[in-house]
């Protein structure tokens, strides 16, 4: 595992992650955005977000994950986005000169960094005096399931341990908003935004199959009982009825 980040989440993630546009993900950022103006997209995985987020301005992709800018890099060139670079780099280490940039947009990045203040530090860095910073990250402590029970939480603990382990935290919207502020940033205004990323089965499943990855790796032997004990939990929520599920992501924007 690269140090500061979640280890890769399996194919269904990165379908999920193809699949996130601008429209529905980056519409609070959107006045941001004028033309002319260098946005750089910071976690910006295979690029569906980044290529949607300014027609008219220069913008630039970051990832730390090579293989996710490959994916990038083809879709930019098949939409003929010339304006658009996609680029390999640390969040905690941007290839960007001091006060360069007009805007730094990110989509669910916080949650799985291990030194959210040092990336926030870095953003504050790169941007001009003036430019702005937009951010969206989930908080799984306001997500709505329904039902929820005994089950789906035990299987959710699991889930939440995974995060922790790989360095991320699951909670982080629900402190965004206050990391911005100590890290400079004025004009801190944040809102909460529910989406219905996946259904409550696919959740389910999801759930599941993490688990089950995580009980075969002897890396997780001393939370080994744990985990078995959230994947039994995920079984039985995989076998039963259909219900609901809205994931909550906390949207920041704030001024350099």
């Known amino acids: 595992m690269l140090e500061g980040y979640a280890p890769g989440y399996g194919r269904d993630a990165v379908s999920m992650m193809a699949a996130r546009t601008a429209a529905e993900r980056a519409t609070f950022a959107q006045p941001l955005f004028r033309p002319g103006t260098w946005v750089v997209d910071l976690g910006c995985g295979?690029?569906?977000?980044?290529?949607?987020?300014?027609?008219?301005?220069?913008?630039?992709?970051?990832?730390?994950?090579?293989?996710?800018?490959?994916?990038?890099?083809?879709?930019?060139?098949?939409?003929?986005?010339?304006?658009?670079?996609?680029?390999?780099a640390s969040a905690y280490d941007l290839p960007f000169a001091d006060a360069s940039v007009d805007v730094a947009f990110s989509h669910g990045l916080f949650e799985h960094l291990s030194r959210p203040a040092n990336a926030l530090a870095e953003l504050r860095r790169i941007?001009?005096?003036?430019?702005?910073?937009?951010?969206?990250?989930?908080?799984?402590?306001?997500?709505?399931?329904?039902?929820?029970?005994?089950?789906?939480?035990?299987?959710?603990?699991?889930h939440y341990l995974l995060r922790r382990r790989a360095g991320g935290d699951p909670f982080a919207g629900r402190h965004i908003a206050?990391?911005?502020?100590?890290?400079?940033?004025?004009?801190?205004?944040?809102?909460?935004?529910y989406r219905e990323d996946m259904s409550y089965r696919d959740l389910a499943k999801y759930v599941e199959s993490r688990l089950d990855?995580?009980?075969?790796?002897?890396?997780?032997?001393?939370?080994?009982?744990?985990?078995?004990?959230?994947?039994?939990?995920?079984?039985?929520?995989?076998?039963?009825?259909?219900?609901?599920?809205?994931?909550?992501?906390?949207?920041?924007?704030a001024t350099r």
């Not at 569906?48 to 987020?53: H, N, P, Q």
């Not at 799984?140 to 299987?155: E, I």
């Not at 997780?220 to 809205?246: E, K, P």
């Open 46 to 88: 295979p690029g569906s977000i980044t290529l949607g987020l300014a027609a008219e301005s220069r913008v630039a992709g970051v990832d730390l994950d090579a293989g996710q800018v490959a994916l990038a890099r083809a879709a930019a060139r098949r939409a003929g986005r010339s304006t658009v670079d996609f680029l390999v």
């Open 127 to 158: 941007l001009r005096p003036g430019g702005r910073l937009a951010l969206s990250t989930s908080d799984w402590s306001k997500a709505r399931l329904r039902p929820k029970t005994a089950n789906v939480d035990a299987a959710l603990r699991g």
């Open 178 to 193: 206050d990391e911005c502020a100590r890290a400079g940033f004025t004009e801190v205004v944040s809102r909460a935004r």
């Open 213 to 253: 990855q995580a009980i075969a790796d002897p890396e997780f032997g001393r939370d080994r009982d744990q985990l078995a004990s959230a994947a039994r939990s995920a079984l039985v929520w995989t076998r039963g009825g259909d219900g609901d599920f809205s994931q909550c992501w906390v949207e920041v924007t």
